[in-house]
C-alpha cells in the first residue's frame, strides 16, 4: 500500500461502450482549464467589480465565493449524471449552464443577477472538469490537464486584469466560454449511453450539498454555518448506511486511501486559493509593488509551479505515494511558512509557485489514488467526489483571505 503501481497510475477511471476513441489530451485540457482562468480572473479586479455595483469588496468577493462553491457542490452532481446518463449528455448540459451563466454575467446589471450567472458558469464548469478526468486515463494525462489549469490560473489574475482595463470586468468574468469551443470535437468521440438502471439518490445528494455550503460559509458565517454542517452530517451518516451505493458511496469513506487522497487536496487547495489572493496585497504592502508589477511576478511564479506538476506527474508511479505525499505536503507547508514570514517579493513569489504546485499535483495523483480505491462502477462518483474536496479548498480559499488579509 506504499506505491503507486503502474497499474493504478494508468488504470481508465471511466470507460464505457461509449468511450471507442480516446479523446486527444488537448482537447480535454481545453475542455476543463478554462474553468481555472475564470476563477482566478477576480484575483486583481475586486475593486472594478465593487465600485461597479456600489459595493465593498468584501461583498465584491462573493463573485468568486458563489462561483467556487458552486463548482464545488455541482461537480459530483454532473459525476454522478455522467455516470448515469453518459458523456455526450453531460457535455451539452455543462455548455448550456456555461453559454447561460455567461450571458448573464455580460449584460446583468445587477449583483444578485450576476451572482446567478457566476453559479451557472461554475455548474457548466463542473461538468467539463469531470468529463476531462474521467476521460484522462494515466496519471501523466492527468498531470497536462491539471498542469494547464495551473497554468491558466497563473494567467487569469493578469488576463482578468487586462480585460478589464481593455474592454470592462464583466469581460474577464467571461473567458469561460472558451470552453465551448472543445465541445463538438469531445463529444464526436462520445455516443449516447443507455440510462442507468435504479432510482437517483436526491436525498444524499442534497444532503452532501447543505454540508459542503455549510464548510464553505465558515470562515464568513461561522455558526450559522456551523449548525448547518453538525445537522447535514448528522443526517448524511445514517443515510450512506442506508444507501452505500448512493451519492456517497460507503465503499469509498471506509478507505483510507480514498479519505488520505481528499484530504491532502482539500489541505492543499485551500492553502493555494488562500495565499492566490494573499499573496498580492502582501506583496504590495510589504515590498511595494505596483498592481501590474505584482500581477506580472504572481503569473512568472505560477506558471513555473504549475509546468513542474507535469514532470512530476510523469515520475510519481516510480517515486510511491508516501513520497509522492511527503512532497506535496512539504511544498505546501513551505508556501504557508513563506506567506506568513517572508517580507520581501521574491520569497512571497516563491511561495505562490510553491503553492500552486503543491495544489496541482496533489489534483493529478491524488485523483488517481482515489478513484483506484473504489470499485469500477463507481469510479466517476469517487472522481467527483474527490474534485468536491479539491475544489472546496477554492471556495474556502478567498473566503480566508477576505478574512485574513483584504479586509
Known amino acids: 500500500m506504499s506505491t503507486i503501481s503502474g497499474a493504478d497510475a494508468t488504470r481508465t477511471p471511466f470507460t464505457t461502450s461509449e468511450s471507442p476513441r480516446r479523446v486527444p489530451i488537448l482537447w480535454l485540457a481545453l475542455l476543463a482549464t478554462p474553468v481555472a482562468a475564470a476563477s482566478n480572473a477576480a484575483v486583481l479586479i475586486l475593486g472594478a467589480m465593487s465600485r461597479s455595483f456600489d459595493v465593498t469588496t468584501a461583498t465584491a468577493s462573493w463573485l468568486v465565493t458563489v462561483f467556487g462553491l458552486a463548482l464545488a457542490v455541482a461537480t459530483p452532481l454532473m459525476a454522478t449524471l455522467l455516470r448515469r ?42 461538468g467539463m472538469m469531470a468529463i476531462a478526468m474521467n476521460l484522462a486515463d494515466t496519471a501523466r494525462r492527468m498531470g497536462v490537464i491539471s498542469a494547464g489549469a495551473g497554468i491558466l490560473g497563473a494567467v487569469g489574475p493578469l488576463l482578468g486584469e487586462r480585460l478589464t482595463d481593455a474592454v470592462s470586468w464583466r469581460a474577464a468574468l467571461s473567458i469561460l466560454g472558451v470552453t465551448l469551443l472543445a465541445v463538438p470535437a469531445v463529444s464526436r468521440h462520445t455516443a449516447p449511453a443507455p440510462p442507468a438502471e435504479g432510482r437517483f439518490d436526491a436525498r444524499g445528494a442534497v444532503l452532501l450539498a447543505a454540508l459542503s455550503s455549510g464548510l464553505v460559509l465558515l470562515p464568513s458565517n461561522p455558526l450559522p454555518a456551523l449548525g448547518v454542517v453538525a445537522v447535514a452530517a448528522l443526517l448524511l451518516a445514517p443515510h450512506i448506511r442506508r444507501r452505500p451505493d448512493g451519492y456517497v458511496p460507503a465503499a469509498a469513506l471506509r478507505s483510507g486511501l480514498f479519505r488520505g487522497s481528499v484530504l491532502i487536496a482539500l489541505v492543499l487547495s485551500a492553502s493555494y486559493f488562500t495565499l492566490l489572493f494573499a499573496i498580492p496585497r502582501l506583496i504590495s504592502d510589504r515590498a511595494g509593488w505596483s498592481t501590474g508589477a505584482v500581477a506580472a511576478g504572481q503569473m512568472i511564479a505560477m506558471i513555473a509551479g ?86 472546496m479548498g477554492g471556495a474556502l480559499g478567498p473566503a480566508l483571505a477576505t478574512t485574513l488579509v483584504l479586509r
Open 85 to 126: 446518463r453518459g458523456t455526450r449528455a453531460a457535455l451539452w448540459l455543462s455548455a448550456a449552464f456555461v453559454a447561460a451563466g455567461t450571458v448573464l454575467v455580460a449584460v446583468s446589471p445587477w449583483l444578485a443577477l450576476t451572482l446567478v450567472g457566476r453559479a451557472g458558469q461554475a455548474v457548466g464548469g463542473a
Open 306 to 391: 504549475s509546468a513542474s506538476t507535469l514532470l512530476f506527474a510523469a515520475v510519481s508511479a516510480r517515486l510511491g505515494r508516501t513520497w509522492v505525499r511527503a512532497v506535496l505536503l512539504t511544498a505546501g507547508a513551505l508556501a504557508v511558512a513563506g506567506a506568513v514570514l517572508g517580507h520581501s517579493a521574491p520569497v512571497l513569489l516563491v511561495a505562490i509557485g510553491l503553492a500552486v504546485f503543491g495544489a496541482t499535483g496533489a489534483n493529478a495523483t491524488q485523483s488517481m489514488a482515489a478513484a483506484s480505491a473504489v470499485p469500477d462502477r463507481q469510479r466517476p462518483t469517487a472522481i467527483g467526489l474527490f474534485q468536491l474536496g479539491y475544489l
